[in-house]
C-alpha cells in the first residue's frame, strides 16, 4: 500500500481546491497517484475541483524577443527561485530568445551550439551555460523554445517572468495585445474546438462519464449529458469561444471581429508546467536520520 504523505495531501489541495480529508481519501484509493486522485476528485466533487487546478510548477524564466515579423520566446528552468534572479541567469535566458530568433536552430542542441560570450565564457551558449553552472553553483537548462517567422505581425506579453504568451496576428495591435494578455490569464488550449487535442477530449469524457453514471438517469440522458459535458468543456478551453477577460459581455472571437483583427496562432508557456517537482517530507527524512543514529549507537 502506497504511503501517503501530508505533503502528498496538500499538493492535492492545492491543485484541486478540495477538502484535505477528500484529497486524503482520493490519494489512498489512488494509491498515491497524483494525477488518478485529481479525477477521482473531478467525477465526485465536480467541476470545482478542476477551475482551481494549478500547474505543476519548477523554477525558472519565460523570455522572449521580438523584432519586426520574427519572434521567440524560451523556457530556462533552474533549481531555486533565488538563481532565477540573478543577473547573469537572466542575461543567458535573454540571450538565449535573441539567438533563437535570429538563427533558427533546429532544436535545443543546435542552440547551444550559437556562438555567444558572457561573463568570461564562450564560445558557444551551450559553454556558457556549463560556466554559470560552476559559477552560480545550481544545475540550469534550456527546456523549450518557440520561433514565429511566418509573415504575420507579432503580440508579446510576459506576465513577470513565470508566464510568457507569443501571438501571431494581422490587424490591430492593442486587440493582439489584449489577446495575448487574456491567453495568459486563461490558458487555451487550442485556437477553436476543433483544435483541441484528442488525448484531452477523451479525459474529459471519461470525467464526464463517470459523473453522469452516477446520476442513475437512463442511459440516452446519461450520453447527452456527457456530450453536453464535452461541448461545453471544449467551448471553455478554445481561444476564440472563451469570454473575453476585459468584457464579460464579448467572446474574444467577437472582440477580434468587432477589431478587424485576426489571430493565426498563439503559444503559451508557464514555468516548470508538467515538471514534476520533488517536494521532500522533511518529517520523514527526520525521522529516517533518527532511527539511522540509534542503530548505529546500538
Known amino acids: 500500500m502506497a504511503v501517503i504523505t501530508a505533503s ?8 484541486t481546491d478540495a477538502p484535505m480529508m477528500e484529497c486524503k481519501k482520493a490519494l489512498t484509493e489512488a494509491e498515491g497517484d497524483m494525477v488518478k486522485a485529481e479525477e477521482l476528485l473531478r467525477v465526485k466533487l465536480g467541476t470545482k475541483a478542476g477551475k482551481a487546478a494549478s500547474r505543476v510548477t519548477a523554477e525558472g524564466v519565460v523570455t522572449s524577443f521580438v523584432s519586426g515579423t520574427t519572434g521567440a520566446m524560451i523556457e530556462v528552468n533552474c533549481e531555486t527561485d533565488f538563481v532565477t534572479k540573478n543577473d547573469s541567469f537572466l542575461a543567458l535566458a535573454n540571450a538565449a530568445a535573441k539567438l533563437v530568433a535570429e538563427h533558427n536552430p533546429a532544436d535545443l542542441a543546435a542552440l547551444g551550439e550559437l556562438p555567444y560570450s558572457q ?4 564560445p558557444t551558449l551551450e559553454e556558457v551555460r556549463k560556466g554559470l553552472i560552476g559559477k552560480i553553483g545550481e544545475n540550469m537548462s534550456f527546456r523549450r523554445f518557440k520561433r514565429a517567422a511566418g509573415g504575420a505581425k507579432i503580440a508579446n506579453y510576459l506576465h513577470g517572468t513565470r508566464i510568457g504568451v507569443l ?3 494581422e490587424g490591430d495591435e492593442t486587440a493582439a495585445k489584449d489577446v495575448a494578455m487574456h491567453v495568459a490569464a486563461m490558458k487555451p488550449v487550442s485556437l477553436t474546438s476543433a483544435e483541441v487535442p484528442a488525448d484531452l477530449i477523451e479525459k474529459e469524457r471519461s470525467v464526464a462519464a ?17 456530450e453536453g459535458s464535452v461541448q461545453k468543456y471544449l467551448k471553455e478551453v478554445s481561444l476564440f469561444n472563451q469570454t473575453f477577460v476585459k468584457n464579460d ?6 472582440m477580434l471581429n468587432a477589431a478587424n483583427t485576426t489571430v493565426s496562432a498563439f503559444t503559451l508557456y508557464v514555468v516548470g508546467e508538467g515538471i514534476e517537482k520533488k517536494v521532500d517530507d522533511f518529517a520523514a527524512e527526520v525521522a529516517a536520520q533518527v532511527a539511522a543514529a540509534q542503530g548505529s549507537a546500538a
Open 167 to 169: 501571438v501571431e496576428f
Open 210 to 226: 463517470a459523473k453522469a453514471a452516477e446520476s442513475g438517469k437512463p442511459a440516452d440522458i446519461v450520453t447527452k449529458m456527457v
Open 8 to 15: 502528498m495531501v496538500a499538493e492535492l489541495r492545492a491543485k
Open 119 to 122: 561573463d568570461s565564457f564562450g
Open 249 to 254: 459581455k464579448q467572446t474574444i472571437e467577437q
